[in-house]
């Protein structure tokens, strides 16, 4: 099959959003505007990031400025320090949407945190352990929802091959959704035109 109309391509993965109701984000920006600092706490490809892109627009239709700040584990201690030296320049009006934050060692997360009690912001991070923040919400992947998405992104490419693959990758990667969606993307891949 063509990378082009494999249905686990990523931008088709990307459209995947996570479930929650719109009445329950609500909730989380308001939990998330009153502290200074708080985290989506759960583990790799469990739907942090997807949910904090989620966050984005609620808190700009209440007039906040979002500012991004994304790290990966390959991040240089360069990088890292110039994403934490930007964040003196953010203040009230504005809400720090901050993925990959789990890289930062114990002084540089202080620092962040410093930084948004001082310049009064929101700061909303994506953690896969627990660091002195409140949580805002857990996430966590279970087979019957990765199965669920894995049939709607398939849909008549559905076989019992594909969902063999995928719980496998399920269960071998302990619930992270790229690795179940990659792997469905590869099965796809080598089916025949």
């Not at 063509?2 to 995947?16: G, M």
């Not at 200074?36 to 906040?64: I, Y």
């Not at 504005?94 to 934050?101: A, N, R, S």
């Not at 953690?127 to 398939?154: C, E, F, M």
Request: hydrophobic share 40%; with cysteine; charged share 20%.
């Amino acid at each position: 099959m063509k990378a082009s109309a494999n249905p686990f391509r990523s931008s088709s993965v990307e459209q995947i959003r996570y479930a929650l109701h719109a009445e329950a984000l609500e909730s989380l920006v308001d939990q998330a505007l009153s502290l200074s600092c708080s985290c989506l706490l759960g583990p790799k490809g469990s739907g942090k990031t997807t949910l904090l892109e989620d966050l984005e627009a609620p808190l700009q239709q209440r007039g906040f400025q979002i500012h991004w700040a994304r790290l990966q584990l390959e991040s240089t201690q360069q990088v890292r320090t110039h994403t934490i030296a930007r964040l003196q320049d953010l203040g009230a009006q504005h809400v720090c949407l901050f993925d990959g934050t789990e890289v930062l060692n114990f002084w540089q997360w202080r620092r962040v945190c410093n930084i948004a009690r001082s310049n009064r912001m929101a700061l909303i991070a994506t953690l896969h352990r627990k660091r002195r923040v409140p949580i805002l919400l857990r996430t966590q992947a279970n087979w019957p929802l990765a199965h669920q998405l894995v049939r709607q992104l398939s849909g008549s490419h559905y076989s019992e091959q594909l969902h063999q693959h995928a719980q496998q990758a399920f269960q071998s990667s302990h619930g992270n959704m790229r690795e179940v969606f990659r792997a469905c993307y590869l099965v796809l891949a080598h089916e025949s035109c």
